[in-house]
């Protein structure tokens, strides 16, 4: 059964920092890709980050690029999420998903398997 586990989440100032961690379990094969996401409008959410584990290639949204760093630890099945600078708009519940393939890293179709997600308060 796969598990996503997100982590990290809590309540910082403008312009601090902070990093979120993704652990994930349950696959057969460690999943291709992994993603940051955060809620935007509805049910939609807004693609932050991903990473292609085994090339160890990254994308980002415009919205985050030079503050926000995607990285991982492939032995240990975790992603990291390295948020600087950060901004009372990024204030938002952020969520990890992985998949073992995808075409389209940032969109949230791409993904079957999430984790339940972690608050990021960013206050002004």
């Known amino acids: 059964q796969v598990q996503i586990v997100e982590s990290g989440g809590t309540s910082v100032h403008a312009g601090e920092s902070l990093i979120l961690t993704c652990t994930f379990s349950?696959?057969?094969?460690?999943?291709?890709?992994v993603g940051w996401f955060r809620r935007s409008s509805g049910y939609l959410r807004e693609g932050v980050a991903a990473?292609?584990?085994?090339?160890?290639?990254?994308y980002y949204a415009d919205s985050v690029k030079g503050r926000f760093t995607i990285s991982q630890d492939y032995a240990k099945n975790t992603v990291y999420l390295q948020m600087t600078n950060l901004k009372p708009e990024d204030n938002n519940i952020y969520y990890c998903?992985?998949?073992?393939?995808?075409?389209?890293?940032?969109?949230?179709?791409?993904?079957?398997?999430w984790g339940q997600g972690t608050q990021v308060t960013v206050s002004s």
């Open positions: 349950g696959f057969n094969h460690n999943p291709y890709i």
């Open positions: 990473i292609a584990t085994r090339e160890d290639q990254t």
């Open positions: 998903a992985a998949e073992v393939r995808t075409w389209k890293p940032l969109s949230q179709f791409e993904y079957k398997h």
